[in-house]
C-alpha cells in the first residue's frame, strides 16, 4: 500500500491504542507515547519466584521453582496482554513475543546452571524443551488461536526446543475457571487436574530438561499443576519463564 493509502485508511479506519483508547495507534496497536511508556517494561527481565507462594519446591530443596518474569503487571501491560488474547489485537505480538524470548532466555541458562550443579558437567549444548500453558478447548472456539503458542512460536531462542504437543487442556463439562475462594493447596490441585501428557509424544524427547512457558505469574497455582503433571510422566522441570508477574500484595484482587 502506497504511503497515500496508508494515511486514507488511517483516517477511515483508524487503529485505538489499547491502553489509553487514543485513535493513532500503529501496527502495534500502541499509540507512540504508550509505547514509550511500556518498553522500558518490557527490557529488563528479573527472578519472580518470591511474589507467588504456590509455587512448587525444587525436589530436596526448600526453594521454590525459579520463574523469570519479563516485567511488573502493570495497568499498561495487563491490557496488552488481555488485548492481545481475547480481542484480536494479533499485532502485539511485535512487542509481546520478543519480551518473552528475553524471559526465555534467562530461564534457559538457570535450567543449564541447575543441570551442571546436579551432574558436574557443562549443560550449555543440551536442549531445553519448553511447554506452554496449553489453551482450554472453550478457549480455542472462542479465540480462534492459542495465544501463548502464538508468542512462543515468535519468539525463537537459541537452545531451546518448543514442544506443545504433549502437555494438553483437559475437557471437562461446566469446568470451573476462577482460583476465587480457593485455598493455596486448592488451586494447585485444581490446575493439576487440567492437565494431562500425551505420552507417546513426550517420550520423544525423554532425558531433557523442562521450562514451562506462560504468560502471566500470578499465586504459582498454574506452574505448580502443570509441574506436577509432566513430573509424574518422567519430566525434569527446572525453571519457568513468563512476561510479566503480578506482585504479592494483589493476589487476594485476582478472580
Known amino acids: 500500500m502506497s504511503t497515500a493509502g496508508r494515511e486514507l485508511a488511517g483516517i477511515l479506519m483508524p487503529r485505538i491504542c489499547v491502553v489509553c483508547q487514543r485513535r493513532d495507534a500503529t501496527a502495534e496497536h500502541l499509540c507512540h507515547h504508550c509505547r514509550q511508556t511500556v518498553m522500558p517494561q518490557?527490557?529488563?527481565?528479573?527472578?519472580?519466584?518470591?511474589?507467588?507462594?504456590?509455587?512448587?519446591?525444587?525436589?530436596?530443596?526448600?526453594?521454590?521453582?525459579?520463574?523469570?518474569?519479563?516485567?511488573?503487571?502493570?495497568?499498561?501491560?495487563?491490557?496488552?496482554?488481555?488485548?492481545?488474547?481475547?480481542?484480536?489485537?494479533?499485532?502485539?505480538?511485535?512487542?509481546?513475543?520478543p519480551a518473552l524470548a528475553r524471559s526465555m532466555l534467562v530461564a534457559r541458562d538457570l535450567v543449564w546452571d541447575a543441570v551442571a550443579q546436579q551432574y558436574g558437567t557443562s549443560a550449555t549444548q543440551l536442549p531445553v524443551v519448553a511447554v506452554p500453558i496449553p489453551s482450554s478447548a472453550a478457549s480455542w472456539r472462542r479465540r480462534g488461536f492459542?495465544?501463548?503458542?502464538?508468542?512462543?512460536?515468535?519468539?525463537?531462542?537459541?537452545?531451546?526446543?518448543?514442544?506443545?504437543?504433549?502437555?494438553?487442556?483437559?475437557?471437562?463439562?461446566?469446568?470451573?475457571?476462577?482460583?476465587?475462594?480457593?485455598?493455596?493447596?486448592?488451586?494447585?490441585?485444581?490446575?493439576?487436574?487440567?492437565?494431562?501428557?500425551?505420552?507417546?509424544?513426550?517420550?520423544?524427547?525423554?532425558?531433557?530438561?523442562?521450562?514451562?512457558?506462560?504468560?502471566?505469574?500470578?499465586?504459582?497455582?498454574?506452574?505448580?499443576?502443570?509441574?506436577?503433571?509432566?513430573?509424574?510422566?518422567?519430566?525434569?522441570?527446572l525453571a519457568a519463564a513468563v512476561i510479566a508477574t503480578v506482585e504479592k500484595h494483589s493476589h487476594d484482587d485476582l478472580s
Not at 53 to 59: K, N
Not at 149 to 175: E, K, M, S
Open 146 to 237: 492459542d495465544p501463548l503458542d502464538t508468542l512462543v512460536t515468535r519468539a525463537p531462542v537459541p537452545g531451546i526446543i518448543r514442544q506443545r504437543q504433549f502437555l494438553r487442556h483437559r475437557w471437562r463439562l461446566n469446568a470451573r475457571t476462577s482460583h476465587a475462594g480457593r485455598t493455596a493447596a486448592q488451586r494447585v490441585t485444581a490446575a493439576e487436574r487440567k492437565f494431562w501428557v500425551r505420552r507417546g509424544i513426550a517420550q520423544q524427547l525423554t532425558g531433557y530438561p523442562v521450562m514451562i512457558v506462560d504468560d502471566v505469574l500470578t499465586t504459582g497455582a498454574t506452574l505448580a499443576g502443570a509441574t506436577r503433571v509432566l513430573e509424574a510422566a518422567g519430566w525434569e522441570v
Open 42 to 97: 518490557l527490557l529488563h527481565p528479573e527472578r519472580a519466584e518470591s511474589w507467588a507462594p504456590s509455587l512448587p519446591f525444587i525436589p530436596g530443596t526448600d526453594r521454590p521453582l525459579p520463574v523469570v518474569a519479563t516485567g511488573q503487571y502493570t495497568r499498561e501491560l495487563a491490557r496488552m496482554i488481555l488485548a492481545f488474547k481475547d480481542h484480536s489485537r494479533t499485532g502485539l505480538h511485535r512487542l509481546l513475543a
